[in-house]
């Protein structure tokens, strides 16, 4: 039987990284050779929608020439595990990519959005995007053509799912962070908030985040080793 039966975890692109998707602002990442503010704002999108859909284009092409790893894995494993035992786990990504649900698992929160989605800004409707998006891209649902964009959350947007969020956290045994700097909010406040509720914390990551401070345990290392094992410790 695990000692935690309820347990909420949030990634971020350092579980991807092994994986071969690049992260944010590790050194060379997205945000080194991209100005954010011009792929990562509606403002952006607003003043040059083709360098926009380009960006993610070209990323959404990116994951049908990558797999989910080890700690992917495990974390479906450990979602399986614990439903087993009539426990739950709550899985929160920042990510965009799908190597969480490629990898099995079922109960994920996108709050930063799906590359594999598309958004009509016309009739509101978020559907599957199988190829390149365009400012000629029709809409699926109302057929209207120049309203579509990719579904991921930009800096200044709201990000989704936060009441799903906020209600498993509150009624977790356990917080876990995995591969994520802890520099963008709002996911970056969730440890504070486990921490405020007396739930305990673990940090997973290559390094220590800014937040690192905050968690209770901390294992530090490549995820396919680190999530790998804490999983299987979890489950023993
Ligand atoms: P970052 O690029 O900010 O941080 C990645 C973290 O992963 C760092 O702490 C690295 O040390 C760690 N890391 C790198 N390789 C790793 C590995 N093999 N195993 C374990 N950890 C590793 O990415 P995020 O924290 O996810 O948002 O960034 C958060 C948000 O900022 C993203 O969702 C994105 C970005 O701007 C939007 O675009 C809205």
């Given at each position: 039987?695990?000692?935690?039966?309820?347990?909420?975890?949030?990634?971020?692109?350092?579980?991807?990284?092994?994986?071969?998707?690049?992260?944010?602002?590790?050194?060379?990442?997205?945000?080194?050779?991209?100005?954010?503010?011009?792929?990562?704002?509606?403002?952006?999108?607003?003043?040059?929608?083709?360098?926009?859909?380009?960006?993610?284009?070209?990323?959404?092409?990116?994951?049908?020439?990558?797999?989910?790893?080890?700690?992917?894995?495990?974390?479906?494993?450990?979602?399986?595990?614990?439903?087993?035992?009539?426990?739950?786990?709550?899985?929160?990504?920042?990510?965009?990519?799908?190597?969480?649900?490629?990898?099995?698992?079922?109960?994920?929160?996108?709050?930063?959005?799906?590359?594999?989605?598309?958004?009509?800004?016309?009739?509101g409707d978020i559907g599957a995007a199988r190829g390149d998006l365009s400012v000629e891209t029709a809409c699926n649902a109302c057929g209207r053509a120049?309203?579509?964009?990719?579904?991921?959350?930009?800096?200044?947007?709201?990000?989704?799912?936060?009441?799903?969020?906020?209600?498993?956290?509150?009624?977790?045994?356990?917080?876990?962070?995995?591969?994520?700097?802890?520099?963008?909010?709002?996911?970056?406040?969730?440890?504070?908030?486990?921490?405020?509720?007396?739930?305990?914390?673990?940090?997973?990551?290559?390094?220590?985040?800014?937040?690192?401070?905050?968690?209770?345990?901390?294992?530090?290392?490549?995820?396919?080793?680190?999530?790998?094992?804490?999983?299987r410790e979890m489950l023993a």
């Open positions: 039987m695990a000692r935690h039966e309820n347990i909420v975890v949030l990634t971020g692109a350092g579980i991807s990284a092994e994986s071969g998707v690049a992260t944010f602002r590790d050194a060379g990442g997205v945000w080194a050779q991209y100005d954010y503010r011009e792929v990562a704002t509606p403002e952006g999108f607003a003043a040059n929608p083709a360098l926009v859909h380009a960006f993610y284009n070209a990323r959404r092409r990116g994951l049908g020439a990558v797999q989910p790893n080890a700690a992917h894995r495990a974390l479906a494993a450990l979602e399986r595990g614990l439903g087993e035992k009539g426990g739950r786990l709550t899985l929160i990504t920042q990510n965009v990519d799908d190597l969480h649900e490629r990898a099995g698992s079922k109960n994920i929160l996108h709050m930063h959005g799906e590359l594999s989605k598309a958004e009509c800004a016309h009739c120049g309203g579509m964009r990719p579904h991921v959350v930009w800096f200044g947007e709201i990000p989704r799912f936060m009441d799903e969020a906020m209600d498993a956290i509150m009624t977790a045994d356990l917080f876990v962070s995995v591969g994520t700097s802890g520099s963008v909010y709002p996911a970056a406040g969730f440890v504070g908030e486990a921490r405020a509720l007396g739930v305990p914390a673990t940090e997973l990551n290559l390094e220590p985040s800014e937040n690192a401070y905050l968690f209770t345990d901390s294992r530090y290392g490549p995820a396919t080793q680190v999530v790998a094992s804490w999983v």
